[in-house]
């Protein structure tokens, strides 16, 4: 599959600061059923976003009108936990988000991340907590621009944060490399080695 | 000489196929294991990218997150998840794929049909879409759960592209107790080191504790490494793993028996080697455990108590704390056991193995399913259910009152039809007590298959130790 290239991205931003969001809450179950990959957008955080009887649920963080046309999400520790499920991902992609900023990820949604092209970007707590702060004293209207091939996340405020990301991400990121058209250049070496083995 | 290695380390050396020059490793995949939710859009990849299953031989699939549990000789009613079934049924015929399907008599969970069928070897590298592919590490494999963009990258090259985990030893000393599990074990641990506890790691479990376990104890220790945030857990195999697989249709046959015990003697992490981390855990002093909150490592002591919001040490956990407590109705100071539950669930890829099915019978054997509960025992494969009936369990749980249902995943995630309703509390064997985890609104408890029977019978949260079980 050949992705948009990540390479500087400038957005709206959202906030969901909680740690441990895990992927059941990013896409439950009632949705993984689809044998596409699209159609998931409506359903991310469905259970949160919505209300029994279908309604939006106007204390979620993403139902405020500030957080309306938001392409970044910041986020708690540990985001992405559990479920290994790339519908979550899917998801938050459909509904419009580019990038994640959070403390930590959980190492499959990390990868899932990297494979649809969303930045996921490492931060420390204390940057993620001040993001918070700035983004809800904006109210709508604060803005985020993550550079990648600076490994630098700026406001137009004075905020700024150096990150680091694992060099091969970042280079499947900012080319929106198709993982396995890459390994297929090694197709030698695996057939050297399934020899070697037998 | 080389440097001591880890069993990861070993593993992980036999199946580099090539450094890439950013830092991670092209690494071989022995066996894949494929199931009908993480598989569809993989499959469709290949096929508009006009590429092949490039070894359909070491690739397995099966069908078990959405299937029906009830009678199997009915149309599916969910007309989306009958879809998806189908859609893997295509898959596998197009692209030469093994499968075992609805009506095969070796169908069930991935996780549970993979080592019962000896498919899963020790030190082999297994991918699944599926994060509780961590199982089958007790076999001294390395293996991790995958999204579905790498499950169609295995599927198109053998190979998952991976930069190297760290590693960290969980070293359990001491003899459990009796009425302490495996499962009370892994649970423990992830209430020690949180669900981020792991994360960037492989768990090699050792110690005493870990050698004593049963095969089907390992697996249920192992597949809940992914609750402690870890890539994989890994147990060294033994004599224990090596009398599990002999004999098993997959597994060497008997000319070759000989030598692959031989190279798999070899899979022990070497005297001396270095762990990036570790952590020591007394098994003795572990108690029954049961979780209290919305992720596995709100967890505590069945002679324990739902903790204050205000005894937590930062802001975020208190407020953690307090999102979980209002989730699952629960106030402060209230003992755990006693607690009053509607549903009980035996079941999942962690409990629903035959000693698990065993150990809960014991305590239903001869008792009834408490008035105003549903009790349901889902094996976790069709043989595991041909086991359970061949020993009469399914009259032991049919008579206490308990449901004898088809193997699947269940409610472990409840995409099926098995699920929990809004409010209701239940006693589970699975391995997440996530928020909407078992049904939008249940709330769920984790504890073992014994504290599962017991807490039916009982209608409520019981210390499975001051019952007396196995006289009948």
Redo the contacts between chains.
Sequence with gaps: ?TLAPFVRHTGKCAALS???V?T??II???F??????TGFGPALFH?WRFR?DGSENPEFELNQPDAAGATILIA???FG???????A?WALAEYGFRAILAP?F???FL??CC??GVAAVRLSGDQIDDLVRRSRAGHGAYRLTIDLEAQRVTDEAGFHAAFTM???RR?MLLRGLD??GR??L?EA??TT??RSRV | MTAPRTLFAKVWDAHVVHRFPEGPALLYVDLHLVHEVTSPQAFEGLRRAGRRVRRPEQTVATVDHNVPTGDRTLPLDDPIAAKQLDALAQNARAFGVELFDLASPQQGIVHVIGPELGLTQPGMVVVCGDSHTATHGAFGAFALGIGTSEVEHVLATQCLVLSKPRTMEARFTGRRSPGVTAKDLILALIGRIGTAGATGHVLEYTGEAISALSMEERMTVCNMSIEAGARAGMIAPDETTFAYLEGRSRAPGHRDWGRAVMTWRQLQSDPGAAYDCRVDLDAAAVAPQVTWGTNPGMVTDITGYVPNPDDFATADERQAVERALAYMALTPGTPLAGLPIERVFVGSCTNARIEDLRAAAQVARGRKVASGVRAMVVPGSQRVKAQGEREGLDRVFLEAGFEWRNAGCSMCLGMNADVLRRGERCASTSNRNFEGRQGAGGRTHLMSPAMAAAAAVAGRLVDVREWEVGSA
Excluded: W
């Design positions: 599959m909680r740690a441990n895990d059941d809450q439950p179950k009632q993984l059923k689809r044998v596409e990959r259970d029994e708690g520790a540990n936990c559990g479920s290994s499920r790339e519908h991902v930590s959980a190492d499959i990868a899932n494979q649809n694992e060099p091969y280079e993982e396995i390994t297929l090694e070496r695996i080695f399934e």
